[in-house]
């Protein structure tokens, strides 16, 4: 168990809705990234929060969005589902925003479009 | 971009023998190098994790050996057992700039033990 938790464990929704998905960083830390996994693109990095303000932007579509709220969690939102958004969203968290930080990953949000 | 990637992408091992996972990157300013374990259902489990300034880096029955003339990064696993099977990732810290980072992740590698 890696201390960071993420809620829902799965989610089944329709194309053209919205959803949000939770997550928890371990105790004490501060930065929470997000991440995307699927079949055809691998693990890919969407976006990091540190102590509340964005910090990084991967590969994030203009349609999704997240936050990090004043108590650290942080939130992915994700509207106009497309097919295509069917994947395992992952939150991970880290200490702070250095270089090499740890990142321990949560156990994932299964997100199924139909 | 620059990109991680894995030499293979299925690799079948007896159970008691020694595993090595290999991976390859390109971006020759990445300093940071990181190894999670996937079992099906789960997230990343963090394995090991090297900086840029070692070649050589020992855990628990994990061995981490970076080669940076080459851009190659390989993982090895002593006497592996059952619950080694997973998928292996390695990872590249891409620094963003204003100390952002976004780890790079390789395609896996797909570990199966054979009894």
């Known amino acids: 168990d890696s201390g960071v938790t993420q ?8 194309t053209g809705q919205r959803v949000t998905l939770r997550c928890s960083p371990r105790s ?13 693109q691998g693990l890919q990095f969407l976006i990091q929060y540190y102590n509340g303000e964005e910090r990084a932007k991967g590969n994030i579509l203009e349609r999704f969005s997240a936050q990090q709220f004043p108590d650290l969690h942080s939130e992915l939102n994700l509207s106009s589902l497309e097919l295509g958004d069917s994947a395992l969203y992952f939150c991970a968290s880290s200490v ?11 156990p994932g949000t299964r997100l199924t479009v139909l | 971009g620059e990109s991680v990637g894995l030499h293979l992408p299925t690799l079948s091992v007896q159970e008691g023998d020694n595993s090595i996972i290999n991976c390859a990157y390109s971006n ?3 300093d940071y190098f990181i190894w999670y374990k996937q079992e ?3 997230g990343p489990q963090f394995i090991i994790d090297i900086r840029s300034n070692m070649d050589k880096r020992q855990g628990q ?4 050996l970076l080669n940076k003339t080459v851009k190659h990064l390989s993982l090895q696993i002593a ?9 292996y990732f390695c990872a590249e810290n891409s620094f963003m700039g204003g100390g952002a980072d976004g780890l790079t992740f390789g395609k896996g590698t797909h570990l199966i033990i054979q009894p």
């Open chain 2, 79 to 87: 006497a592996t057992q059952p619950g080694d099977s997973a998928v």
């Open chain 2, 40 to 42: 099906s259902g789960k």
């Open chain 1, 96 to 106: 702070s925003s250095g270089s090499t930080d740890t990142q321990y990953f949560g």
């Open chain 1, 7 to 14: 809620t829902p464990k799965h989610l089944i929704t329709a």
């Open chain 2, 61 to 64: 029955r994990v061995t981490v």
């Open chain 2, 28 to 30: 020759s300013a990445s």
């Open chain 1, 28 to 40: 004490g830390d501060l930065s929470v990234y997000w991440y995307q996994q699927s079949l055809d």
